[in-house]
């Protein structure tokens, strides 16, 4: 387990990008975890730019998925809406290539559908009003 303290948007977004550049051929599911504003989207800007993906990055929250091509297809999904089994079969979740990476967003709503080896990453708000996150990677 690994705990990274951010204190600004930036600074999410950087550790999104040096998570990106240090993942593993093998790390196609990215859960990430944690509540509203807790800088999830922020992160994926980050990991984002580390896949070659240097367009906007915006939070898939009506399209429930984003694709990202960059030097792999990077899929952004949203699942605060998806709760069952049929909604996450309907993201087409499951029909993604052996080469595609997903990186998820409200991973608490369906990650028991997740197969084995998912690179598990939690927000925590620390402080609201210094900006303070922790992410806590592989617990
Ligand atoms: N250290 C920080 N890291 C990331 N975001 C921060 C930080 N401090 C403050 N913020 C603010 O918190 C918000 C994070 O928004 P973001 O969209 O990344 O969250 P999210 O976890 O994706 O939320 P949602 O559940 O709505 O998708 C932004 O308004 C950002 O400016
Ligand atoms: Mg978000």
């Not at 922020?42 to 990202?68: I, W």
């Not at 605060?80 to 087409?92: A, F, H, I, P």
């Amino acid at each position: 387990m690994l705990e990274i303290e951010s204190n600004s948007p930036a600074q999410t977004e950087y550790i999104g990008y040096g998570i990106g550049k240090k993942l593993l051929s093998n790390q196609k599911i990215i859960a990430l975890y944690g509540g509203l504003a807790a800088g999830k989207t922020t992160f994926v800007k980050g990991l984002a730019r580390a896949f070659d993906f240097l367009s906007d990055v915006t939070s898939p929250t009506f399209t429930l998925v984003n694709e990202y091509d960059g030097k792999v297809k990077l899929y952004h999904y949203d699942m605060y809406r998806v709760k069952s089994w049929e909604d996450l079969v309907s993201t087409g979740f499951f029909d993604l290539d052996s080469e595609d990476v997903a990186i998820v967003e409200w991973s608490e709503n369906i990650d028991r559908y997740f197969p084995d080896g998912v690179l598990k990453i939690k927000f925590k708000i620390i402080d609201v009003k210094k900006n303070k996150r922790m992410i806590i990677i592989n617990n």
